[in-house]
């Protein structure tokens, strides 16, 4: 079905009835509605009275089209408190709403969900998506909400986002650990962003959704808290865990964080030192939102190794990369058999996988660390060669001529033939 967002800016009262109208009878072409109070750039519905608020709420509690509704409002506005308990009575009929977004509407410390539109949350199986932001909910609302969440029937919850919502560590814990482990392990994506999560919280997620087989957590953004190399620590020990399923950390604007913190991510994705524990690191995350100047060549790397579908591949790359480029490891070269000196020589040539092809404003950064990335590799092959010339004549004896076809096509490919 075809989505139309119902949005005026008009203020006439023929208008305001011909919306609520099409939501009275179920219009097919509507499945998404936007309400605000204030005035304000765009387009949007605007209820001027009470009657307007009475009229559209009774039109939502028998709309079986509607999947999406936005609520954007100022705490402090004209609209009573007995006007909001009587349009949340309404919306605790509908069950076709998908997606709840409540942006600045006052949460009443939290009880909105335990008093006011618990039976929607707990009796609606169509929703999938709650936001609760530009609100402080503190920690007696997070209870609050955890206690509803946790009494929901079914786990059709998928995105959960409670930005800049007043949360802290100890409503982190009680959020993570109440609600979302109990009853919520379908969850996908859980966005943090604007509170004042710091180390404990961070244990908390790690703990709760990163390093749990149930979780199916895949996006997880944390930008604007107050996490240093202690929590950055603890994310990355979840990182690390062979049950995290995450594909996508955004921890932007954590200023705290240090390239001591970052290492900890690197190695969370690749543990360098052994090609065992290198086998074992995180091959599933491939985004990481944060300053790009903050991640070091070899996170970027192990990230865009980890994009490629073929997880067995991954972890061979990721072996050549830090034992055969970063780290020039002969006697580890030397040990490797015959027939496969040439797949690995063609790997550390082949940097394929960076090619820029992005147009934004990361395109420049991500442009020079390709060409890092190809000097490094080209160095690498020259350093090899040079230390372990006998691997020519060795190979070439054992593998004949595809031996000697694929070093020369790997030193070509460097600008070395």
Not at 161 to 178: F, K, M, R, Y
Not at 255 to 267: D, H, K, P
Not at 273 to 288: A, E
Not at 337 to 351: E, N, Y
Request: proline content about 2%.
């Amino acid at each position: 079905a075809s989505t139309t967002m119902a949005k005026t800016n008009s203020t006439s009262g023929a208008t305001i009835h011909a919306m609520v109208q099409r939501v009275k009878r179920n219009d097919p072409t509507l499945t998404s509605l936007s309400i605000r109070t204030e005035r304000g750039r765009g387009h949007f519905f605007r209820p001027q009275t009470t009657e307007d608020w009475q009229h559209i709420g009774e039109a939502i509690a028998t709309n079986n089209n509607l999947l999406r509704l936005d609520l954007h409002c100022l705490i402090h506005d004209w609209v009573s408190t007995k006007t909001w308990k009587e349009f949340y009575a309404n919306l605790n009929e509908n069950t076709s709403i998908r997606r709840l977004a409540l942006n600045q509407i006052d949460l009443y410390e939290g009880e909105i969900f335990t008093l006011h539109i618990l039976q929607f949350l707990v009796n609606n199986t169509s929703l999938t998506s709650l936001s609760a932001t530009n609100y402080s909910l503190g920690l007696e609302g997070t209870r609050l909400l955890s206690s509803a969440l946790a009494r929901k029937t079914s786990s059709s919850l998928k995105y959960l986002d409670l930005s800049s919502a007043g949360i802290t560590d100890e409503a982190c814990q009680e959020l993570v650990v109440s609600a979302l482990r109990s009853g919520h392990s379908g969850l996908r994506s859980l966005e943090l962003n604007g509170n004042s999560i710091q180390n404990a919280g961070c244990v908390a997620i790690a703990t709760t959704l990163l390093n749990n087989p149930k979780s199916m957590l895949i996006r997880l953004y944390l930008d604007n808290n107050d996490i240093d190399d202690e929590g950055a620590e603890a994310l990355a020990d979840g990182l690390a865990s062979t049950k995290c399923c995450l594909k996508t950390l955004s921890i932007h604007g954590n200023a705290a964080i240090t390239s001591r913190g970052y290492e900890t991510f690197s190695n969370a994705l690749c543990n360098a030192p052994h090609v065992d524990d290198i086998l074992l690191s995180n091959h599933i995350i491939q985004r990481f939102g944060t300053d790009c100047n903050q991640l070091s060549a070899e996170l970027k790397s192990s990230l865009g190794f980890n994009r490629v579908a073929n997880k067995h591949h991954v972890a061979n790359r990721k072996v050549v990369m830090h034992h055969f480029v970063y780290n020039c490891n002969i006697s580890l070269f030397e040990g490797i058999p015959g027939s496969l000196v040439p797949h690995v020589l063609a790997t550390i040539a082949d940097h394929s996988i960076f090619k820029n092809g992005r147009t934004d404003a990361q395109a420049s950064k991500e442009c020079s660390f390709v060409k890092h990335d190809y000097r490094i590799r080209h160095l690498a092959l020259h350093h090899i060669i040079r230390l372990c010339p006998s691997i020519c004549e060795r190979h070439l004896s054992l593998g004949g001529g595809m031996a000697k076809n694929s070093i020369e096509r790997a030193s070509k490919k460097m600008r070395l033939a």
